[in-house]
Each structure stands twice: as C-alpha cells, then as structure tokens.
C-alpha cells in the first residue's frame, strides 16, 4: 500500500512539473491565445 501511494505521488509530481514547464517555456502571447490557459 505504501509503494502505490509513492507511485501515485510521483504521477502526480511528473504531471504538475510538465504543466509548469511547458508554461515557463511558451511564450506569453501564445499562452494568451490558448483556451483555459490562465
């Protein structure tokens, strides 16, 4: 049980940390131009 809540834990970083990559490296203006993209 501890092993699946370290696997879902680090899903889960993977995910968070490729959203936030991906918005430091698009630009501003083509953030600005995507739906529900903030």
């Known amino acids: ?3 699946a ?3 879902c834990a680090g899903l889960l970083a993977v995910v ?3 959203g936030g990559v ?3 490296i ?7 131009a995507m739906r529900g993209a903030g």
């Open 5 to 7: 809540l370290w696997i």
């Open 16 to 18: 968070l940390l490729t």
């Open 26 to 32: 698009v630009p501003r203006e083509k953030m600005a």
């Open 1 to 3: 049980m501890n092993l």
């Open 22 to 24: 991906g918005k430091l």
